[in-house]
Each structure stands twice: as C-alpha cells, then as structure tokens.
C-alpha cells in the first residue's frame, strides 16, 4: 500500500514538472511573438510612408494611377528583402535610360534601414 502512494506521489511529482516547464516555456513564447509584433508594426509604418513617396514620385512622372505592389521576404537573421514591382503601360515604352533614372528617384526615396535592401521590377 505505501509502494502505491510513492508511486502516485512520483508520478504527480513528474506531471507537476512537465506543467511547470509548459508554463514556462509558453510565457517565453509570447514575449518573443510580442517583440515581433512591435518590429512588423515598425516596419509597417515605413512601407507605408515609402508607399505613399512612391505613388507621388510616379504621378510626378505622368504614372498615374500606376500599380504599385510592394513584398517583402524576412530572413532568420532579420535582415528583410523587398520587391516592388510597377505596373502601367507606359513603363513598357520607356527606353533604358528612363527606366533607370526611374529606378534612381525610387532608389533615393527608399527608407534607409540597414537590414533592408530593395529589387525593382518595372514593366
């Protein structure tokens, strides 16, 4: 009989651990999925205020009403890769050289963030 309550009072003893280590383990979880939201909020305000220099950078080039998409690809060490792809059809009819001035002002506009890089893809 007292082998029987050593062997409740063992197993007890290990589900108690195993729901502290739960516990725990799920608390550093949420802290870590919190820091996450405030950098994608961060950066969601960037995109945006980018988005907007963007939309008025193109109508000042007689784009109006062009596509704009914007993606972004982060890796595991932070660093985030963004493409943003126009589209209207006058960009099919630019010649090379107004493409790339184009790609320049763009260049210039973007916000500066040292783990972020961008790829333009116009047509």
């Not at 608390?27 to 963007?54: C, D, H, I, P």
């Not at 506009?109 to 893809?121: L, N």
């Amino acid at each position: 009989m007292k082998r029987m309550r050593g062997k409740g009072f063992g197993i007890l003893t290990v589900i108690l651990i195993l729901i502290i280590v739960f516990c725990v383990k799920a608390t550093v979880m949420s802290r870590e999925n919190t820091a996450g939201s405030k950098n994608n909020k961060y950066y969601a305000a960037l995109e945006e205020e980018y988005l907007n220099r963007t939309r008025q950078l193109l109508e000042e080039e007689g784009l109006r009403n062009c596509g704009v998409d914007l993606r972004w690809v982060a890796d595991v060490d932070g660093t985030r890769e963004y493409t943003m792809i126009l589209h209207h059809r006058k960009l099919d009819r630019m010649s090379a050289q107004e493409m790339a001035e184009l790609t320049d002002r763009l260049t210039a506009a973007e916000f500066q963030d040292d783990v972020c890089s961008f790829i333009y893809v116009i047509g």
